[in-house]
């Protein structure tokens, strides 16, 4: 039987495929796993140092797919979603850089988007136009648009779940580079690796998770899936 689209959810081995995420997918699950959730049980955390995955709450890792769904997508692809015509402004891009000293980093801004609906919209937009830059570029686009960055531990780490699309650069070992199609992928993986984050949040409050989700991506790296509660490798430079 052929696949459809929406059966596609692992970066082919095969590069003749092209094939790229069903984003959709993202929203579906995210909003299966915090169904019926009280406030108390979306905004349960624990801040130990030890327990780097529990840092953010159920609701703070919907803020953060939100947060993916958008920056990365304006960020990496900007100019090919919108080429000849004004950035939209959903959010505040200023205020939502990536980095500690940034208003906020890698999550919505909380006085403005904390309610789930609000989360929510927030996440169908940014799965929106990533949804619209896979069905209206071509493999060749999405190959020959590289960039290299500085390598981190994380990034080091979770490479290895691609089969291509990034690597370490030629020209320096403490740099990574990525075509747009790699990027696209780990945007993909980095967003369930958070539903899964939501799915263990829950079990740990002795809840029972919604969705069956498929163990691809991040999700194959145990310190990802949960088969250790010890902190991954974190964001410390190459």
Not at 222 to 229: A, F, K, M, R, V
């Amino acid at each position: 039987m052929a696949l459809t689209r929406a059966d596609i959810i692992e970066m082919p081995a095969d590069e003749t495929s092209g094939a790229m995420p069903w984003y959709p997918h993202i929203g579906t699950w995210v909003e299966a796993e915090i169904a019926g959730l009280t406030d108390e049980q979306l905004d349960f955390h624990d801040p130990s140092p030890e327990r780097e995955w529990m840092w953010w709450s159920c609701r703070r890792q919907v803020s953060h797919i939100a947060w993916d769904a958008l920056v990365f997508t304006k960020r990496r692809a900007g100019h090919l979603l919108w080429p000849n015509e004004a950035t939209p402004e959903p959010i505040n891009w200023g205020e939502h850089q990536m980095g500690p000293n940034n208003k906020w980093d890698r999550l919505l801004d909380a006085d403005l988007f904390w309610e789930v609906p609000d989360l929510l919209d927030k996440l169908k937009l940014g799965i929106s136009w990533l949804t619209r830059l896979v069905e209206q570029e071509s493999t060749e686009t999405f190959r020959s648009e590289i960039k290299t960055v500085r390598g981190t531990q994380f990034w080091e780490y979770v490479i290895t779940t691609l089969p291509r699309g990034a690597a370490a650069s030629p020209e320096d070992n403490s740099q990574i580079t990525y075509t747009l199609e790699g990027s696209l992928w780990m945007v993909f993986y980095e967003m369930l690796s958070h539903i899964r984050t939501i799915q263990r949040l829950k079990i740990h409050q002795g809840l029972t998770p919604n969705v069956d989700l498929p163990r691809v991506g991040y999700l194959r790296l145990p310190h990802y899936w949960g088969e250790t509660n010890e902190n991954g490798p974190g964001m410390r430079r190459l």
